[in-house]
């Protein structure tokens, strides 16, 4: 019975991250969805692929809880890729989602180094396979990588301050959003999309009277 019920969260996890792999196409050239983002979700793919090298033996535990994480993100793609909206404004929308219902934050990046994390446990066992050895190393260098990278989804309520004194065009570019800037008549939030507080109109530091 335990066996069986092993079997069945195998190749639902090999299901998840199948999917996850497939609607990640859709949005691969997505440059707006950030280095840290794309870089999570290639990662799949070697750690799908050492997940079906794993011998027979070595499936006698579930892998529940890697399968619910593959879901996540499996969910997260699947919400980005179908969107009518901007695929970063979907992936936002979709990681709120997903941290309320987690109760605790979520990215794609965390999720991914928690998948290749139960990945490369059952792959090392008791007796690491030595075909696959190699491969579980590159994935905890990636793991490694991962954790080091700028977070996909910056932190609610984390301000950018930005003062300028005097005559000068200012032009900030925060993150990975795109800028528009407009130096003449016209609006000059056009679809902006702010994730933490902005405020306009910081007083300048009192001047010097001339004598």
């Known amino acids: 019975m335990g066996s ?7 190749n639902e996890t090999i299901k998840n991250i199948d999917s996850a792999i497939t609607s990640y196409q859709a949005v691969k050239n997505e440059g707006t969805l950030g280095d840290t983002f794309h870089r999570a979700v290639q990662a799949l793919s070697p750690a799908v692929r050492v997940l079906r090298k794993l011998p027979p033996e070595s499936l006698v535990y579930s892998l529940e809880p890697c399968s619910r994480l593959a879901s996540g993100v499996k ?3 699947n919400a980005v890729q179908s969107s009518s909206t901007s695929v970063l404004e979907a992936y936002e929308v979709a990681i709120r989602k997903a941290t309320m219902q ?8 965390g999720l991914v180094i928690r998948i290749i994390q139960c990945v490369c446990e059952r792959a090392e066992g008791d007796k690491m396979e030595p075909n696959i050895a190699d491969e579980v190393r590159r994935l905890r260098d990636t793991m490694n990588e991962l954790s080091k990278m700028a977070p996909s989804r910056p932190k609610e309520g984390s301000p950018i301050n930005a003062n300028a ?10 993150r990975d959003a795109i800028q528009h800037n407009n130096t003449g008549a016209g609006n000059q939030l056009n679809g902006g999309h702010f994730n933490g507080p902005l405020n306009f109109g910081a007083p300048a530091p009192p001047t010097k009277k001339a004598k």
């Open 165 to 174: 004194y005097g005559e000068a065009h200012q032009f900030i570019a925060a």
């Open 75 to 77: 969910n997260i793609l």
């Open 102 to 109: 987690a109760g605790y934050e979520v990215t794609v990046e």
């Open 4 to 10: 069986t019920i092993a079997r069945q969260s195998f």
